[in-house]
């Protein structure tokens, strides 16, 4: 975290100076953490002193902690090549052959909005809670991001590679291995990050609900034996795990895409309208309900879309689905609006003041490297399990991309608008106001929108670590219990729809706030 500043001396020798200003902010938590251990202000069963974790963490270490780490790695590593060997094919298929996306890629589509949390439940149902539920998610996972970034970079191989290869009279074997795979390798390895970051976030999300071994298991035995020595030091390792990852796929594509690639326009991936897209869906709707009919599938196990319809209707009727989708909504909506609001101040106080900048985003840097739900343990023993902790975490949820996405639109604003508001001598909260808020609006709405779905997804995943009270996860993950597949389904389906609406409008809240942009540029 600490920086070097190069300087020129009296002698024209060059000095380095270290920055020290990162280090503030982790030194002084240190210090408060030390101070209120020893002063008891909290029993030491929630806040452990620091000497007890140091050890704790040097016993794991010659324990425990690397068995579990590595069962954790192992586990990913497997996923991610299954999930990145089928998105691939299955993006290159969409990519290079039309047909096919005309008739698949809709349906990808639409099961690709449902969220990997809300496919857990089901997992959970057919492939129980071992090894086979933490490779389902970790795949699930992986594919959709790959399949969308290697289909987009397939189909956006320039015109004039395809015209040489023609010219040229390369076979269809030699256009793919020369032209197309050297261009698409950039966005295929986009897809890849992706999907590390969200395959290790998902096994994390597993391994705290449902396993008997890895880094989350032990994170979760360690809350439940309320020793929370073991949670701090677990969550350490998966933050360094976190960072670590990050920089093996920097260092990769570093070394393997070394040549200049121009600046890449934001994703915008849609399925291909077309009235062939009904009937992939269609037939598979009719094979499921015969499936079911006939016997060849176990109705408790996977329910026919007759009874999933059944279910949906009577859940709305008696008020059930109803009242458990208005309850997630209303905390999702209130721990977002608070994260939002927190994560857009934040930004816009550490962009505008470079100093504060210098303290505190180095340290809320890290912190975003450990995976969201990794905090669980933790706040639940804090905060508690009820409505008020599920709250907190949601808010922790969108603080985060709401922040960070502030704090780069703000810091990369045209400095003229600073030399025009130092001419025209506006005050601060006109400056903020007339020039800075309207520069960084497109990076501000960006993270608006993905901190609208974190919300979303941070309360799904809080119902189902505290499953009391009324919500979509915690009915989900009591259907779970009781080997009730209907109301799985009904769940997977209104959660990814939930999801998708969230997007959408704040896609259009972009769109209104932002149209006098559109304007100028027409």
């Known amino acids: ?143 959709v991001p790959m399949t969308i970034n290697t289909q987009q970079a397939v189909s956006s191989v320039p015109l004039a590679l395809s015209e040489a290869g023609r010219v040229m009279n390369f076979s269809r074997w030699q256009r793919l291995r020369w032209l197309v795979l050297p261009a698409s390798l950039p966005g295929w390895f986009t897809g890849l990050r992706l999907a590390l970051s969200q395959a290790w976030v998902s096994l994390i999300v597993v391994e705290l609900l449902a396993s008997s071994e890895g880094i989350g298991y032990l994170m979760v035995w360690g809350r439940q034996l309320f020793q929370l020595d073991i949670v701090f030091v677990t969550i350490a390792v998966v933050g360094f795990s976190g960072m670590l990852m990050e920089w093996a796929a920097n260092r990769a594509y570093s070394r393997l895409v070394f040549w200049p690639q121009p600046a890449a326009g934001r994703l915008a991936w849609k399925p291909q309208a077309s009235w062939r897209a009904l009937q992939l869906p269609l037939v598979l709707l009719v094979l499921w309900q015969l499936a079911n009919q006939w016997g060849w599938i176990d109705g408790a196990l996977f329910s026919s879309p007759l009874a999933v319809g059944e279910r949906f209707v009577q859940g709305v009727v008696n008020g059930e689905l109803s009242a458990a989708m208005l309850a997630s909504l209303g905390r999702a909506l209130v721990g977002g609006a608070i994260g939002i609001a927190s994560g857009l101040l934040c930004g816009l106080l550490l962009a505008l003041r470079p100093r504060a900048g210098q303290i505190f985003t180095p340290t809320l840097n890290v912190l975003r490297h450990i995976a969201l739900f990794a905090w669980l343990p933790l706040l ?83 119902e189902y670590f505290m499953s009391s009270g009324i919500g979509i996860g915690s009915l989900m993950i009591n259907a779970q219990q009781l080997l009730d597949m209907p109301t799985i389904l009904c769940g997977m389906v209104l959660i990814g729809i939930t999801g998708a609406a969230l997007d959408k409008a704040g896609r259009l809240l972009e769109f209104r706030a932002t149209r006098w942009r559109q304007q100028e540029q027409l």
């Open 380 to 462: 639940t023993a804090w905060v508690g399990n009820d409505n008020g902790g599920k709250i907190v975490f949601i808010a922790l949820a969108s603080f985060f991309p709401m922040f960070f996405s502030t704090l780069q639109a703000v810091l990369q604003r045209n400095p003229q608008l600073d030399e025009v508001a130092q001419v025209l001598r506006l005050s601060g909260l006109t400056r903020l106001r007339r020039l800075i808020l309207p520069g960084a609006a497109p990076g501000i709405f960006a993270g608006l929108r993905l901190a609208l779905i974190y919300a979303w997804l941070g309360n799904i995943g809080a």
């Open 1 to 143: 975290m600490s920086q070097m500043i190069l300087r020129t001396g009296m002698a024209g020798r060059p000095s380095i100076r270290l920055n020290g200003w990162p280090w503030l902010l982790p030194v002084l938590v240190l210090l408060l953490w030390f101070v209120a251990a020893q002063l008891r202000w909290m029993p030491e069963q929630i806040l452990p002193a620091p000497s007890v974790v140091a050890e704790t963490a040097w016993s794991l270490l010659s324990g425990d902690l690397l068995a579990q780490w590595g069962f954790s790695l192992q586990h990913l590593a497997l996923g991610l090549l299954l999930g990145a060997i089928a998105g691939t094919l299955l993006g290159a298929l969409f990519g290079l052959v039309p047909a096919a996306a005309q008739r698949i890629e809709p349906l990808f589509y639409a099961l690709a909005q449902i969220p990997t949390l809300g496919w857990i439940p089901l997992f959970m149902v057919l492939f129980g809670i071992d090894n086979g539920l933490k490779l389902a998610v970790i795949v699930k996972t992986t594919v």
